[in-house]
């Protein structure tokens, strides 16, 4: 009788063969690498997101300015400087109002006109966060508005205004009609739409506001005109 032989346990065992180790390294690798441009493309989207609330927070925040001074001044009277050349104009106007260099002093009460010229009064923030920076660009209707969007991360946004007359027609609501002042504070004055726009985001480097490859806007509308009431 022939004796029953036993298995061999060593030649039995088995484990994973340098291939196998190679195409799992592989696989998770690719698991990793997709994993990683996720955080990626979330972390820059989050980021995108927190900019434009900050965004509208400051086109909020200038747009009450604006109203306050065309609405309770004379600064209508001036209007704002034309500036021309914008280089994002489409689907919005070419031409455009800006603060200009002789800033806003006539029409403040305290005295501060809250414009400088100067690249390093802005940058160092004084009377931030709504100091108005005037880049001059050799010709006045190269001038350009800049306010601080995030000042911690060096980011500006680029502000500017256009105002287009309304007909009383237009203002009536029942039989109230549109007694808007003249800007100079007499009558037979008009209503005018205020449209703005604030740009976003750009730099402040060496002195000069860079241009982002993508130029993002919000903007924003309201009726405005000294009243009678």
């Not at 900019?51 to 004379?74: G, I, S």
């Not at 604030?198 to 060496?206: A, D, G, H």
């Amino acid at each position: 009788m022939k004796p029953t032989r036993l298995p061999n346990k060593a030649g039995a065992q088995s484990g994973f063969t340098m291939m196998e180790v190679m195409a799992a390294a592989m696989v998770l690798s690719i698991f990793i690498i997709g994993l990683g441009t996720s955080w990626v493309v979330a972390d820059r989207r989050a980021n995108d997101l927190i900019q434009r609330q900050k965004a509208v927070f400051v086109a909020n925040a200038e747009m009450e300015r604006l109203t306050a001074l065309y609405n309770n001044t004379a600064y209508g009277t001036l209007g704002g400087a034309l500036t021309i050349g914008y280089e994002n104009s489409v689907p919005f106007p070419a031409s455009r109002l800006t603060y200009s260099s002789a800033g806003l002093s006539p029409y403040m009460t305290s005295g501060n006109d809250y414009t400088t010229t100067s690249s390093a009064t802005f940058q160092s923030g004084t009377g931030a966060p709504f100091l108005v920076w005037v880049a001059t660009g050799g010709l006045g209707t190269a001038n350009r508005n800049y306010v601080w969007l995030d000042q911690g991360q060096n980011v500006m946004a680029r502000l500017s205004w256009v105002l287009t007359a309304v007909t009383p027609a237009q203002c009536v609501v029942g039989s109230d009609g549109c007694p808007c002042l003249g800007f100079g504070g007499s009558l037979a004055g008009s209503c005018q739409k205020l449209d703005l726009f604030l740009e976003y985001p750009f730099r402040l480097v060496s002195g000069a506001a860079t241009t982002p490859s993508n130029i993002r806007t919000v903007s924003l509308s309201t009726i405005i005109g000294r009243t009678t009431r």
